[in-house]
Nanobody
């Protein structure tokens, strides 16, 4: 019964900035990772950034130095600050939650997706 609500998408000029937000609600175990994916027209969905509840943050090479993922565990919210946006950043951005009952192999894993928010970078 986990739900992800996204906001912050829109139209922005090249070189501009945008901040995406995703709020999760429901039964979320303490072992979890929140991430942002994107899908450009004609391309496969790709991982943009991921931030575990505890652990190292991951970024796609194409966004390193420009995007920053952060989270507020108290609110179960994750943000994606996008700076120096380029036309190739255009696409639908999805929030994803992965959570596990245990780190053990037999632990159960659950995945949830947001509905996606459109980001368009154009002059």
């Amino acid at each position: 019964q986990v739900q992800l609500v996204e906001s912050g998408g829109g139209l922005v000029q090249p070189g501009g900035s945008l901040r995406l937000s995703c709020a999760a609600s429901g039964m979320i175990f303490s072992i979890n990772t929140m991430a942002w994916y994107r899908q450009a027209p004609g391309k496969e969905r790709e991982l943009v950034a991921a931030k575990p509840s505890r652990g190292n943050t991951l970024y796609a090479d194409s966004v390193k130095g420009r995007f920053t993922i952060s989270r507020d565990n108290a609110k179960n919210t994750v943000h994606l600050q996008m700076n120096d946006l380029k036309p190739e950043d255009t696409g639908v951005y999805y929030c994803k939650l992965e959570t596990r009952t245990s780190l053990a192999v037999e632990g159960q894993e659950f995945r949830y997706w947001g509905q996606g928010t459109q980001v368009t970078v154009s002059s």
